[in-house]
């Protein structure tokens, strides 16, 4: 990607000779524009530096005039506020440059001070202080602000671990003179609660690991893995579930604050270097997996079913464990072990097509990135036998320092930012569809026609494009006379392909002689549906079953093609059915969805596997103009809070009128709701049934 800068002239005259050492890597949305931007760490010969590269939205969402020319080969160029850049490139140049007075090594992002901007916290290794850059909202940070720590730090992260409180919790692994501990601030500028371990802290993640909403946080400190379950409440009253690992576990030691926080604490015969959590293992709750890398250079997957088991992941095989039993690879894993030579990194990503998450290796030793998949067949129990695992090598053209997936086109896979020893500038990796298939008529069937694009997909092995081209002056409506078949391979079906296109779908799914069928089945997962009209179905309009990671953007589901009218569909506009981690619309005006009309709700969200979707920058109950049309609702159907949705993010733009109320039902915390705007005041617009701690923040009308 093209590299130059802007800020502090001498750090950006190290970068510019390529005297910075790479460290780390971030992202955010700094400037505000629903974009991520990317945070590259460098260690500098006279401290740190920090270069911030602004999201590009035209490298997810072009315009006609610059699919046109894409389509052509040409680079059309796109203004951004400071120079020329393609469409063609993931980020902004110039990147903006920032001084850092110690190199980088662990870098968090989060609102740390609940102004409503995202921040950059940064720290070196062994140093006693952390480095936070407040940040102002356009792309900028305020001066650098120094926290004094007790100890050198060995691990950093950062997350909403505690209270929905409107501040990121941070967690700081030190070497204090009373031994190694853990630094858990609620506020950066408070005190922290410290937790002693048994070792130094090499590892940090956050992830929900029991069945409450609440994020957990694990931790590597020598050869044990401690487990403090997250609570909506003070740190000091932490809350606790019921699970086991059959891994050794040992007796929690002694702990200041409070004396029963770390509530697990495991013993292995072997020192855990690194640690991701992740769906890793297929099952039908999508339950966290945690994978441990152990000094030996084997990774180790921890997994639950009623009990969490010690399984581990070798050269084609996933071999069972037993409570304190040393794990022992099966015959091939010699390749493993000396593939992950050195001192590696795990990193979780989305990069295949199969319905698990795939674990990244970053193995700077021999210059590689190892992505292990595991093709898991749904159903498969974890305990049995796995054969059709995956490590897949990349040659990097140099050492690794840093990956982070970020979404960086169209699809819902994970596309890969690398930064690299010897070169300043990150290098950003693409996924892209195996194959295109073209829509070229509105036929019900045969060549051409939608239906047959998606079976084309379907047989087609890999994460695949679904395309529009059809002749004539649009809008171009299709009308199915059965149901189109069920998505079983990832995809994307993109409208906005289609020429005519120019921000308002032109592609129309009329459902009306179809049946009591839904108008999109999505079971594969990864997959994204964008630019479309789907309207007159019997079902509901887009239905997303057992797997997840799926994203519906810039659709009218209920509407007319030009989002004013009702032609509803008979159930919900978007319903979730037991699957994880979907988006429904997103931070950019391009990512809208327009979910009004329909009979029973906007977004229904059901089954205990439905976990971590985000609902968010939608016109919920209104048109595409904010004209009210319809009553419509987002509705959780779980009424335990214990097997409810967790982690679902409601926020954005629902509206509604003094007739046509809009009704967030049943969301258990930790449901946010923010950003909702009433067109009309309205009594009848509420949140219905929402257990507390349900925080609701931006109501205006």
């Not at 990317?38 to 035209?58: F, H, K, S």
């Not at 698990?356 to 036998?385: F, P, R, S, Y």
Request: aromatic share 6%.
């Amino acid at each position: 990607m093209p590299t130059a800068y802007t800020g502090a002239t001498g750090s950006k005259q190290v970068l510019e000779q390529g005297l910075a050492q790479p460290l780390a890597l971030a992202s955010g949305d700094f400037d505000e524009d629903g974009v991520p931007d990317l945070v590259c760490g460098y260690a500098g010969p006279d401290g740190g530096i920090l270069t911030l590269y602004r999201g590009n939205i035209d490298s997810i969402w072009l315009s006609q005039e610059k699919q046109k020319a894409k389509g052509k080969g040409q680079k059309a160029k796109v203004r951004s506020n400071d120079q020329q850049l393609t469409t063609n490139d993931a980020f902004r140049v110039p990147a903006r440059v920032f001084e850092v007075p110690e190199a980088p090594e662990f870098l968090g992002t989060g609102d740390f001070d609940a102004d409503g901007h995202l921040d950059v916290l940064a720290a070196a290794r062994g140093s006693n202080r952390l480095y936070w850059f407040p940040g102002d909202g356009q792309g900028g940070f305020d001066p650098v602000e120094e926290i004094e720590l007790p100890g050198a730090v060995t691990a950093l992260v950062t997350g909403g671990m505690n209270r929905r409180d409107g501040l990121m919790d941070v967690v700081v692994g030190i070497i204090g003179p009373d031994g190694p501990e853990l630094l858990v601030f609620e506020w950066l500028e408070g005190e922290p609660k410290v937790f002693a371990l048994p070792a130094e802290a090499t590892a940090l993640a956050l992830g929900q690991l029991d069945e409450d909403y609440r994020l957990d946080l694990a931790v590597a400190a020598g050869r044990e893995l401690l487990i403090l379950y997250g609570r909506d409440r003070m740190i000091s009253d932490f809350g606790f579930r019921n699970a086991d690992f059959e891994a050794e576990e040992s007796e929690v030691r002694s702990i200041r604050h409070p004396p029963s926080a770390i509530r697990h604490q495991y013993s292995f015969p072997f020192v855990i270097t690194s640690l991701a959590l992740g769906d890793f293992i297929w099952e039908e709750e999508h339950r966290t997996e945690i994978a441990l890398l152990a000094d030996d250079g084997v990774i180790h997957i921890l997994s639950k079913t009623n009990r969490f088991e010690a399984v581990q992941r070798v050269h084609g095989v996933i071999a069972g464990a037993h409570r304190g039993t040393p794990v022992q690879p099966e015959p091939d894993a010699t390749a493993v072990r000396a593939s992950v030579s050195g001192r590696p990194q795990l990193v979780r990503a989305k990069v295949s097509s199969l319905p698990t998450d795939d674990l990244v290796v970053v193995d700077a030793t021999k210059h590689q990135l190892h992505i292990l998949t595991t093709d898991a067949a749904q159903g498969t129990n974890n305990k049995e036998q796995i054969t059709n695992n995956a490590v897949v090598s990349l040659d990097t053209n140099g050492p690794p320092a840093a990956v982070l997936p970020m979404r960086l086109n169209a699809d819902a896979l994970s596309d890969l930012v690398i930064l690299k020893q010897g070169q300043n500038k990150p290098t950003v990796v693409l996924t892209a569809p195996v194959a295109t298939f073209t829509v070229s008529n509105t036929n019900d069937s045969g060549p051409g026609s939608l239906r047959q694009a998606i079976l084309d997909a379907n047989a087609n092995p890999g994460a695949d494009s679904i395309v529009f081209n059809i002749p004539g002056t649009g809008p171009h409506t299709i009308s199915p006379t059965s149901a189109l078949p069920t998505i079983t391979d990832p995809v994307i079906i993109d409208g906005t392909a289609q020429p005519g296109y120019d921000g308002s779908p032109v592609i129309e799914l009329d459902g009306s002689e179809a049946g009591l069928v839904s108008g999109l089945r999505i079971a594969a997962g990864h997959s994204t549906v964008r630019g479309l009209v789907i309207n007159r179905f019997g079902g509901d309009g887009i239905e997303l079953v057992t797997n997840g990671g799926n994203i519906i953007e810039g659709n009218f589901i209920g509407t007319d093609v030009t989002g004013t009218a009702d032609l509803g569909n008979a159930g919900s506009g978007v319903f979730i059915n037991a699957s994880p981690g979907n988006a429904i619309g997103g931070t950019t005006l391009e990512a809208t969805n327009v979910i009004s009309g329909n009979d029973e709700h906007g977004v229904f969200i059901s089954g205990s596997g439905a976990t971590g979707n985000q609902v968010q920058g939608n016109f919920i109950g209104v048109g595409a103009k904010s004209w009210p049309l319809t009553a419509q609702s987002v509705y959780n159907a779980h009424h335990d809070p214990s097997t409810g949705i967790p982690l679902t993010a409601v926020g954005g733009s629902f509206k509604s009128s003094l007739s046509h109320p809009v009704r967030l039902d049943l969301n258990h915390p930790p449901t946010s709701v923010g950003g909702i705007r009433w067109i009309v005041r309205s009594s009848e617009g509420r949140l219905d049934v929402n257990d507390p701690p349900t925080p609701v923040g931006g109501i205006y009308d």
